[in-house]
């Protein structure tokens, strides 16, 4: 897949088939985090991996809007020290790993946790040193439907060139 279809038909996924994602393609998705860019190249992330179901359904349990990570086989916690652009910073290898798990086929959808009220349960869930801040929790896994896929219209499409 060339980058700008990745990019064009990239996402968010909350219903997954319950095929297992093949550790060679979470380590690759996860090397796309690592590679983001990053304020004074201060590499401020954690990655932590869930494929445990019992842990998945926890994380689910307590979040607002994630639900569906507990019918995910994969959801990744992407955490942050707690440095000047560690939103900045998380937010980009978050980004980076969506577009990672478009390109293998995989769909996704970020669920929010910097300034949420879980965010340290999940952290502790997560087995994560209580240093770091949980920027985003990521569903990976095979989508249900192949439509998702389909050229989205963008509410404005309009931008100036000064």
Not at 22 to 47: C, H, K, M, S, Y
Not at 69 to 88: F, G, M, R, S
Not at 126 to 153: H, M, N, W
Request: with cysteine; charged share 25%.
């Amino acid at each position: 897949m060339d980058g700008l279809t990745m990019l064009y038909t990239r996402r968010s996924v909350r219903s997954f088939k319950t095929d297992a994602v093949a550790d060679d393609i979470i380590g690759n998705i996860v090397r796309a985090g690592q590679l983001a860019a990053t304020a004074r190249n201060v590499q401020p992330w954690e990655f932590v991996v869930v494929k445990t179901a019992d842990v998945r359904r926890q994380i689910a349990a307590v979040t607002e809007n994630g639900k569906f990570i507990e019918h995910a086989p994969v959801c990744i916690a992407v955490l942050c020290q707690d440095t000047k652009y560690y939103l900045e910073d998380g937010a980009a290898a978050t980004e980076n790993i969506l577009l990672a798990a478009r390109y293998y086929g995989l769909g996704s959808c970020w669920v929010a946790g910097d300034k949420k009220d879980y965010a340290n349960t999940i952290r502790d869930l997560c087995r994560a040193p209580s240093t770091l801040r949980l920027i985003s929790l990521i569903a990976v896994g095979y989508p249900e439907s192949d439509k998702l896929f389909r050229e989205k219209s963008i509410r404005n499409p309009q931008f100036s060139v000064i």
